[in-house]
C-alpha cells in the first residue's frame, strides 16, 4: 500500500502582535523596519523572519509572505507574542511515502509439459479438471504458449516493481510441475493483493483477434466473494491493454470452470493478451515493441484498480 504523505502548510497573510508588559505601550516597536525571527515555540526552530513595519500603532501588524509550518501561538521574545493569522491552509503532497507496498502475485500461465492428472476444480467440488493444459502454440511463429506467458510475465514483474509494487512470480522457469489450483494456493498464501494470470489465446477461427481477460461469475459456488473486485481488475486491465495496443476488444469473459480462479481468495484475472492461433498477433506478440506496449497496458490497469 502507497499512502500519500501530506505536508500541511499555512499561508500567514499577517501576524498580530501583542506587546508584553515591559514593552513600552506607548511606542510598541522602534519606529521604522524591524526584523523579528518568527520561532515554533514547539520545535524551537526557527522558520521565517519577517519585517516588522511599526509605525505609531500600538500593536502593529505585519505580513510575512514566507509559508511558515505554524499552527500555535508564537513568541519572537519573552514580553511579545505573535498570533499567527492563517487566511489559507493548503496541503501540498511532499512526496510518497510507501508505508506499505502492494503486492502483485504473477503467474505466467501453464509450463514446459501439461499434467493431466486431475484435480478438483474448486474447493469441495466433485467436478475435476487436469492440473494444468499444455496450452496453445503460435500458428505462425511455432512459440508455445507458456514460453510468451513467463517472457511477458518477467517483463510486468520489472514494470511492476519499477512503479514501486512488490511481486511475487509463481514460476519463473519452464520446467515446473505447479498445478492451478496449486497457483492460486500460492497466491492466496503470498499475501499478495491481488492475482494476474498471464495467458494467450487460441481459436479454430485463424481470423480471430483481440484481447480479453477472465474473472469468475457473480454466481461462483467456491469464490463470489471476490466476483465485485476480480470483475473490476479484469475490467480495468482490459481497457488500459485495449488504449495501448489498439488491440480488439474481446470483453471480460466471466466464467466459473478455472480452477485458477475457483481457488482464488483474492481478486483475480486472467489476462489473454491475444490470438497465437491468428498469424499476425501471434508474430506481433513476439515482437519487443508489442510486449511492452501489452505489459505498459497490464500495468496501467492496475494502477487503476488500485486507485
Ligand atoms: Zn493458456
Known amino acids: ?49 519577517s519585517t516588522v513595519m511599526a509605525d505609531e500603532n500600538i500593536t502593529p501588524t505585519t ?29 501540498i503532497e511532499e512526496k510518497d511515502e510507501v508505508v506499505q507496498k502492494y503486492k502483485i502475485a504473477i503467474d505466467a500461465g501453464h509450463q514446459q509439459k501439461g499434467n493431466s492428472e ?18 496453445t502454440t503460435g500458428v505462425s511463429t511455432g512459440i508455445p504458449e507458456y514460453q510468451l506467458t513467463l517472457e511477458v510475465a518477467k517483463k510486468l514483474e520489472a514494470e511492476l516493481i519499477n512503479r514501486g509494487y512488490e511481486v511475487i512470480m509463481i514460476r519463473e522457469s519452464h520446467d515446473v510441475n505447479i498445478s492451478n489450483a496449486e497457483r492460486a494456493e500460492i497466491a492466496n498464501n503470498s499475501g499478495a493483493d491481488i492475482f494476474i494470470r498471464i495467458h494467450a489465446n487460441g481459436s479454430e477461427n485463424q ?32 481497457n488500459a491493454m485495449v488504449e495501448e495496443t489498439g488491440a480488439i ?6 466464467t466459473d470452470t478455472m480452477s485458477g480462479i475457483n481457488w482464488c481468495e483474492i481478486p483475480v484475472s486472467i489476462v489473454e493478451m491475444g490470438f497465437m492461433s491468428n498469424p499476425k498477433e501471434d508474430e506481433l506478440m513476439q515482437t519487443e515493441e508489442y510486449q511492452k506496449k501489452l505489459v505498459k497496458g497490464m500495468a496501467d490497469g492496475i494502477d487503476s484498480f488500485f486507485n
Open 1 to 49: 500500500m502507497i499512502r500519500k504523505k501530506k505536508k500541511i502548510l499555512m499561508i500567514l497573510s499577517g501576524i498580530m502582535i501583542t506587546l508584553g508588559a515591559c514593552v513600552n505601550q506607548e511606542s510598541g516597536l522602534p519606529r521604522g523596519k524591524n526584523t523579528i525571527e518568527v520561532q515554533n515555540v514547539e520545535e524551537g526552530e526557527e522558520t521565517a523572519t
Open 63 to 91: 505580513n510575512i509572505e514566507e509559508m511558515v509550518t505554524l499552527s500555535q501561538t508564537i513568541k519572537i521574545e519573552e514580553n511579545i507574542t505573535v498570533t499567527p493569522v492563517i487566511t489559507e491552509e493548503i496541503k
Open 118 to 135: 486431475q484435480e478438483a476444480i474448486g474447493p469441495g467440488a466433485t467436478e475435476t479438471k487436469a492440473k494444468v493444459a499444455s496450452g
Open 207 to 238: 481470423s480471430v483477434s483481440g484481447i480479453l481477460t477472465i474473472s469468475p461469475t457473480k454466481n461462483n459456488p467456491y469464490c463470489s466473494q471476490i466476483f465485485a473486485e476480480s470483475r473490476e481488475l479484469s475490467e480495468e486491465i482490459l
Open 249 to 254: 476488444n474481446k470483453g471480460v469473459m466471466e
